[in-house]
């Protein structure tokens, strides 16, 4: 089992910084895959980034250059980057655990995880 709760969320202007984590409990939490989705009001659910136990990363093309994922596996944290955000994306942030322990196989569907977190709102003012 594994609990995940997001935090770093807020307010920012077009443009600006936020870096949100998401920290991780249970002894299985090792090695997954750990994903960062977002949802806007009235739209589906989207991937945004991901990385594998080895480290290997995926980002959404929309996100790609200004967002970055990174994760402690000693301290159980994921962390998501966000620079030069904009309006497009205010969203529920939710971070999500892979189905299987120590996996590099990164997958873009929320199919592929088993685990979320709540979520984090972001909201871009222009």
Known sequence: QVQLVESGGGLVQAGGSLRLSCAASGRTFGGR?????????????????????????????????????SRDDAKNTVSLQMNSLK????????????????????????GGYLYWGQGTQVTVSS
Do not use: H
Request: hydrophobic residues 35%; glycine residues 14%.
């Open 33 to 69: 895959v750990m994903g960062w989705f977002r949802q806007a009001p009235g739209k589906e659910r989207e991937f945004v980034a991901a990385i594998g136990g080895g480290g290997s990363t995926a980002y959404a093309d929309s996100v790609k250059g200004r967002f970055t994922i």
């Open 87 to 110: 309006p497009e994306d205010t969203a529920t942030y939710s971070c999500a655990a892979g189905r299987l322990p120590y996996s590099n196989s990164i997958t873009r569907s929320e």
